[in-house]
């Protein structure tokens, strides 16, 4: 499978995503490859954390790949692999439109209040531009940063959930401490201590909410042709 986690806003959780389910994938025991397609290199910072914490010991491969070529580069890499993560940076970048034309899943963070209309219009139209060259992407987004208080997540929610192009995944991840001090050791919630249970779940259920949308696609592909 090739996961790109992606869109074009900053600091909407894309890094956090990706790591995680890098980290989440090696622990159900995939062979991951983990690619950053950002600039900015934070996932690549993230695994040199992780290299201080585990003694080398990281559990997938990393790679830096931006550019034009990088689908070229992905689609071979998957060969050698179960899973590929790629990391993007938060803009409509060559770098993303090439990871995406090659992957099966688009997953796009969106953090409440955050979100404004103009930028889920870009997203959907990147994503119109890119599916006839890739029409099998299926195209997931989901709320990342979630508030335990405030109607900001219902509201953004009912945004999301209209688009047409992405499909929303009711299954959003909290603004939790655990993620940020996770990342600052090159862990992810998965695997930091102490324990926090409902991050642990909010991962686990993200997943299953990929895997399901998955399976989905693949009855629907198979029923249409
Ligand atoms: N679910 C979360 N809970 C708490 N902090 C988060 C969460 N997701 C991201 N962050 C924090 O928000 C900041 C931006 O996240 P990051 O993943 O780097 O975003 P992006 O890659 O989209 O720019 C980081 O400091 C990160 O630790
Ligand atoms: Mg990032």
Same mark, same amino acid.
């Given at each position: 499978?090739?996961?790109?986690?992606?869109?074009?806003?900053?600091?909407?959780?894309?890094?956090?995503?990706?790591?995680?389910?890098?980290?989440?994938?090696?622990?159900?025991?995939?062979?991951?490859?983990?690619?950053?397609?950002?600039?900015?290199?934070?996932?690549?910072?993230?695994?040199?954390?992780?290299?201080?914490?585990?003694?080398?010991?990281?559990?997938?491969?990393?790679?830096?790949?931006?550019?034009?070529?990088? @689908?070229?580069?992905?689609?071979?890499? *998957?060969?050698?692999?179960?899973?590929? !993560? $790629?990391?993007?940076?938060?803009? #409509?970048?060559?770098?993303?439109?090439?990871?995406?034309?090659?992957?099966?899943?688009?997953?796009?963070?969106?953090?409440?209040?955050?979100?404004?209309?103009?930028?889920?219009?870009?997203?959907?139209?990147?994503?119109?531009?890119?599916?006839?060259?890739?029409?099998?992407?299926?195209?997931?987004?989901?709320?990342?940063?979630?508030?335990?208080?405030?109607?900001?997540?219902?509201?953004?929610?009912?945004?999301?959930?209209?688009?047409?192009?992405?499909?929303?995944?009711?299954?959003?991840?909290? @603004?939790?401490?655990?993620?940020?001090? *996770?990342?600052?050791?090159?862990?992810? !919630? $998965?695997?930091?201590?102490?324990? #926090?249970?409902?991050?642990?779940?909010?991962?686990?259920?993200?997943?299953?909410?990929?895997?399901?949308?998955?399976?989905?696609?693949?009855?629907?592909?198979?029923?249409?042709?």
């Amino acid at each position: 499978m090739i996961y790109t986690v992606g869109g074009i806003k900053g600091g909407s959780g894309k890094t956090t995503l990706a790591t995680n389910l890098a980290v989440y994938l090696i622990q159900q025991g995939r062979d991951v490859i983990l690619v950053d397609a950002d600039d900015q290199e934070s996932a690549t910072d993230f695994t040199s954390f992780r290299h201080q914490t585990l003694d080398g010991e990281i559990g997938y491969t990393a790679v830096k790949i931006t550019g034009r070529e990088l @689908n070229a580069h992905v689609t071979r890499l *998957a060969t050698k692999c179960d899973d590929v !993560v $790629i990391d993007t940076g938060g803009r #409509d970048t060559v770098s993303q439109r090439s990871a995406i034309t090659v992957s099966d899943v688009y997953l796009v963070p969106f953090a409440p209040r955050s979100l404004d209309i103009w930028t889920l219009r870009k997203v959907e139209n990147l994503i119109a531009e890119i599916i006839p060259f890739n029409p099998r992407l299926v195209c997931l987004t989901f709320i990342n940063k979630a508030d335990a208080r405030g109607n900001y997540k219902e509201d953004t929610s009912d945004l999301l959930r209209e688009s047409t192009v992405l499909q929303f995944l009711d299954t959003s991840i909290g @603004n939790r401490i655990s993620f940020a001090n *996770a990342a600052s050791s090159g862990l992810g !919630v $998965i695997e930091n201590k102490p324990t #926090d249970e409902k991050a642990i779940n909010e991962m686990k259920e993200l997943y299953e909410g990929i895997r399901k949308a998955l399976v989905n696609k693949d009855k629907g592909d198979k029923t249409t042709t």
